[in-house]
């Protein structure tokens, strides 16, 4: 009660302070927020977690070892020993990092080498990597499209585009989750004097769905349109080699710009964006993101191609992602839980409110269970879900264990019968 009380004084303060203060601050926003603290006073606080210790498929918080379904780290390769012995490698070689933009001091054998392979992996020309993988679609998108420019966005797509559409001072058109029709009555209404742009997460991050990219090239043709594709969760896992979203629909020739980030399935952090030589060359000297921050640390990219290596070397590891993920799906279904329409290693728990979606989460996580609590404004409000995702690494046996976790806590919820 005491922590409520010292909310509820915080939000009065805070009010008063915007009242009777002399000036407007910018920090009253500040000083109003208190959603954290709530989730703390109520027990339900789920970011920031303090993870000790970390092997692919377990976290260990408090002493106490939880089921990670709550990573990017798909094919889990973040504790491979040739990742791991690949960075260390490169860790002596190079020091720890390039103190510098890849323009200037910051460019290695290694960050050439990459963009290589990167290149040839996704059937483009050329590639190039940035230090993130929102800084890629940042860089990207505000370089390549300006005020005179229509950009045609998918509602569910990262926040990495979203921002990057905003600062580029294009008008965007946001259509309708994958809704091929909506789209294309925008299309058809705007002006063919304006270039256009069609922008997609190849996998939504957050519902697990795949894009419906053969129709999205049929209307870039249609309504003559670049097409640029988010491949940072297909990457590794779409595509008959892991080659991503387009490969998957086997439309390569037809998508102008494919995105991937290295923090998913390659285990490690940094992004690249590939397409035709030219452009890619018009990037790497004009993106913000590229130009003004400094370049991924060699081990970074020695451990990325190691991974990369890994995934074409081993395409069992997909194989068996796959399968898990079919598992876990038939399961939760069958369980009578709404899972939306995902098709893949990212499986939405969809709960709606946002309170019952933290009580969940936290009766997992006592179960040893750990996964993602996501509200509003990652996903629509009302909509509130837990975001689970699976590896190839996780074993049948964790699995069954947290498809019984999963109906215990359903069943005390309410969410199923
Ligand atoms: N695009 C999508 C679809 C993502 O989900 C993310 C990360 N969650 C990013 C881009 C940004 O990538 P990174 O975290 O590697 O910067």
């Known amino acids: ?43 339900y606080y789920p970011y920031y977690p303090k993870i000790e210790k970390a092997n692919a498929t377990q976290v260990t918080i408090d002493g106490k ?11 889990g390769l973040t504790n491979h020993p040739k990742v791991i012995e690949a960075g260390v490698k490169a860790l002596r070689e190079y020091g720890s990092g390039l103190t510098g933009s890849r323009l200037l001091n910051g460019n290695t054998l290694l960050h050439d080498q990459l963009e290589e392979q990167l290149a040839d992996f996704v059937h483009m020309e050329s590639a190039l990597v940035f230090s993130t993988g929102f800084g ?85 043709k249609k309504y003559p349109s670049r097409l640029m594709v988010d491949d940072a969760h297909s990457f590794g896992i779409l595509g008959p080699r892991g080659d991503g979203t387009a490969a998957h629909f086997d439309v390569t020739k037809d998508v102008d710009l494919i995105m991937g980030t290295f923090s998913k399935s390659l285990g490690c952090i940094g992004g690249f964006i590939s397409g035709e030589k030219l452009v890619i060359e018009y990037l790497k000297h004009h993106s913000r993101t590229m130009l003004f921050t400094a370049s991924l640390p060699p081990s970074n990219v020695a451990s990325v191609m190691a991974a990369l290596r890994i995934i074409q070397a081993e395409p069992e590891r997909r194989e068996q992602l796959i399968d898990h993920a079919r598992f876990i799906r038939d399961g939760l279904k069958s369980l009578g839980f709404d899972i939306g329409e995902s098709v893949t290693p990212i499986i939405p728990i969809i709960i709606g409110k946002d309170l019952k979606t933290f009580q969940v989460w936290k009766d997992l996580m006592d179960a040893g269970v750990y ?16 975001r689970t995702s699976y590896m190839a690494t996780h074993t049948r046996k964790q699995l069954e264990f947290c498809l019984d976790m999963f109906e215990k806590t359903g069943r005390k919820a309410r969410i199923i019968r």
Do not use: W
Request: charged residues 25%.
């Open 136 to 220: 890629t679609n940042f860089g990207t998108i505000t370089t390549i499209c300006g005020p005179d420019d229509l950009i045609f966005s998918d509602e569910y797509n990262h926040a990495s585009i979203v921002d990057g559409i905003r600062f580029s001072g294009a008008r965007k058109c946001k259509y309708k989750h994958n809704d091929m029709q909506d789209l294309e009555e925008k299309l058809a209404f705007s002006d063919p004097k304006y270039p256009r742009f069609i922008v997609t997460d190849g996998i939504f991050s957050m519902d697990g769905d795949i894009a419906r990219l053969d129709d999205l090239v049929a209307l870039s």
């Open 371 to 386: 996964t993602n609590p996501i509200v509003s404004p990652a996903v629509p409000r009302g909509r509130a879900l837990l």
């Open 1 to 43: 009660l005491n922590q409520f009380i010292d909310i509820a004084t915080q939000k009065i303060r805070a009010k008063r302070m915007a009242y009777f203060g002399k000036h407007p601050d910018v920090y009253t926003k500040i000083y109003a927020y208190t959603r954290p603290n709530v989730l703390k006073a109520l027990g």
């Open 65 to 75: 070892q939880k089921i990670m379904l709550g990573s990017n780290n798909y094919l």
